[in-house]
């Protein structure tokens, strides 16, 4: 017998196609949403903990507060987005409006789906982080002009968790599902990867930990560019991340075709 | 009802490939099979939903897979479209290997599948145009198909409309303008009307009648043996991932029902007096519960001995596929 069900891997660029759909609808409905939570909330943040916060904390590693907190939030925001419409976007569209058994009936393969999805929920990431880097450049908090690289760190970091939300996704059963991965893995990445505090307070064993999530490595990057001061040892761990991208994209797609394709 | 004639103004559509037998039967080659299956088989773990089926299917023709809930339909269907791999045998569908070449083959294929999978943030215009860009049509061609496709399935005044605004038998036929955006040469039907009431059934069979007109080969699933009879040229009897019958509907019948039923329905005695009456002659009949089915060709010489027992249910008519289905798949719920 011949081999049966060949397994591509590779999307085509059909995946734009998918991404493409879903800027349409986006367009249509939830331009509303922009402002509100996803860019909202982090420039809440960065008003409330950094300007607020920084007056009883005053200057941390030689950067007043504000300046301190603000490369977190811009990378955050980007995690957020990303994650938010990878977990709850993508699994409305994957098991509520079987949107991609309707593409699958076109010449769009099952890799090209999850490959723009991964890229739309990414851009979305990309587009938040990108808004909130612009607002920390107008409030004056970066110091120094190679925080023009910083989009290249909001976008692996948005890749990557596209990537990973949409292997939640895949998982899920139920919008209950999402809490926990949003909870005990996304909000951690907030908490603990060096957005508020320098890592040197924690204990070896937490900055360990911590030195493991891949948040850590985007923040502390950022952080470098917007005071000036790129240096190997923050760029180089940035590469960690290209793997962990590669291989949420290949888990995911393996995860939605045993979900869908039975 | 809607009447009249209606046109579908379809440029670069293809001629009507030769019907049936007759003209496929000459000298000429036969042309290119829409399906064509061989040993086709669907395994899910331990569970064999399609069991090595032949399955022919000619250019031009209206081809029925009929069979109740369970027969291996849908699980078909979804491997003629390049959505489950097959497990093993043959498929070719236009005459391409659809595990090698599932693109190229859904690139000429149009499905209307069982359940809603439109877009339901999308109006039925914007559904159009995203599907559409999937096949690369571009903008300005996928606007003239939309409105043509619209117009064909009477949509064109709700194509603005928010798409919850639709009821269930528009959504059907918005779901049959999708499936032929792309011209496809292959239209697959996953129980088109299920669920439709008659009129909305009556409008899309009206509809799928016309485009075989045009010449688009159909596969269409349906568990409506009526549905059948309306619309397919042959038609496969499925049960239990197996095929049991394949032919022309009005053969089939024939040569395993005969042409006429006379059904008779009452209480045990009744029934025996009735098979007591007929004893002597040559009559197939069976027996479901209070109902004994006689199929016969001339079913009117045994009403006077029939209603002389007075039974509360009689009824002489032409026989169905209906009649053979339950004959060769059994009359028992199967679950």
């Known amino acids: 017998m011949r081999a049966r069900g060949v397994v591509v891997v590779w999307p085509t660029w059909r995946a734009v196609r998918v991404w493409q759909r879903n800027l349409t609808v986006f367009r249509k409905f939830s331009l509303p949403s922009l402002v ?34 603000a490369p977190g939030m811009v990378m955050s925001s980007a995690m957020f987005a990303a994650a938010y419409e990878c977990t709850y976007g993508a699994y409305v569209r994957m098991a509520h409006q079987r949107t991609y058994e309707a593409i699958l009936t076109t010449p769009l393969s099952l890799e090209d789906v999850v490959a723009g999805e991964v890229l739309w929920g990414a851009s979305k990431g990309m587009f938040n982080g990108s808004v909130m880097l612009t607002a920390v450049t107008l409030f004056g908090l970066s110091r120094s002009p190679w925080a023009l690289g910083i989009p290249v760190i909001i976008a692996l970091v948005a890749l990557l968790f596209a990537g990973l939300s949409l292997v939640v996704a895949a998982l899920a059963r139920s919008f209950e599902f ?17 957005v508020f505090y320098p890592l040197d307070s924690l204990p070896p064993w937490a900055r360990t930990v911590a030195w493991y ?50 | 009802m809607v009447a009249g004639v209606f046109i579908f103004g379809g440029p670069r559509r ?53 069979g109740p809930n369970g027969a291996g339909k849908t699980t078909s269907v979804r491997m003629i479209h390049a959505y489950l791999p097959i497990t093993a045998g043959e498929l070719q569908v236009l005459g391409l290997p659809v595990d090698r070449q599932p693109a190229a083959v859904k690139r000429r294929l149009g499905l209307v599948p069982q359940e809603d999978t ?16 999937y096949f690369d049509i571009a903008s300005r061609e996928a606007r003239r198909r939309a409105a043509e496709l619209l117009e064909f399935v009477q949509l064109t005044n709700r194509a603005h409309h928010p798409l919850d605004a639709l009821s269930g038998g528009m959504k059907r036929r918005l779901l049959i303008a999708r499936a032929l955006l792309n011209e496809p040469e292959l239209l697959v039907l996953d129980e088109p009307t299920t669920g439709l009431d008659p009129q909305a059934r009556h409008l899309v069979w009206q509809r799928l009648r016309a485009l075989k007109a045009q010449g688009i080969t159909q596969v269409l699933t349906t568990h409506y043996m009526e549905e059948a009879a309306q619309l397919c040229d042959r038609v496969a009897l ?3 991932g197996r095929i049991l019958r394949q032919g022309r509907p009005a053969d089939l019948v024939r040569a395993e029902i005969g042409e006429e039923v006379v059904e008779l329905r009452g209480d045990e005695a009744l029934l025996r007096a009735a098979l007591a009456a007929l004893d002597g002659t040559s009559l197939r009949w069976e027996r479901a519960a ?24 009689l009824l002489h008519r032409p026989a169905s596929l209906e009649d053979l289905f339950l004959k060769v798949a059994g009359r028992s719920l199967q679950e």
């Open chain 1, 36 to 69: 509100g939570p996803s860019i909202g909330e982090p420039l809440l943040y960065l008003l409330g903990l950094g300007f607020g916060l920084g007056t009883v904390v005053g200057a941390v590693g030689g950067m007043r507060y504000v300046e301190f907190v």
């Open chain 1, 178 to 194: 999402f809490n926990y991965y949003l909870t005990l893995v996304v909000t951690p990445m907030f908490l603990f990867c060096g």
């Open chain 1, 213 to 262: 999530l891949p948040l850590t490595h985007a923040v502390a990057a950022a952080r470098a560019l917007m005071q000036g001061q790129p240096g190997l040892h923050v760029l180089v761990p940035l590469l960690g991340l290209l793997p962990p991208i590669l291989v949420a994209y290949l888990l995911a797609a393996r995860l939605i075709r045993r979900r869908l394709i039975h």
């Open chain 2, 14 to 66: 293809r001629e009507p490939a030769p019907a049936t037998g007759a003209a496929a039967r000459t000298d000429t080659p036969m042309p290119t099979p829409a399906v064509l299956a061989r040993r086709l088989t669907k395994r899910f773990g331990e569970f064999t939903a399609v069991d090595a089926i032949d399955l022919d299917v000619r250019a031009g023709e209206c081809f029925g897979l009929l």
């Open chain 2, 118 to 133: 439109l877009d339901p943030d999308l109006t039925p215009w914007e559904n159009l145009l995203v599907f559409a860009r």
């Open chain 2, 238 to 240: 499925l049960h239990g």
């Open chain 2, 290 to 313: 209070d109902t004994l089915y006689l199929y016969c060709t001339d079913g009117r010489s045994l009403l006077p001995a029939l209603s002389a027992l007075r039974p509360p249910h």
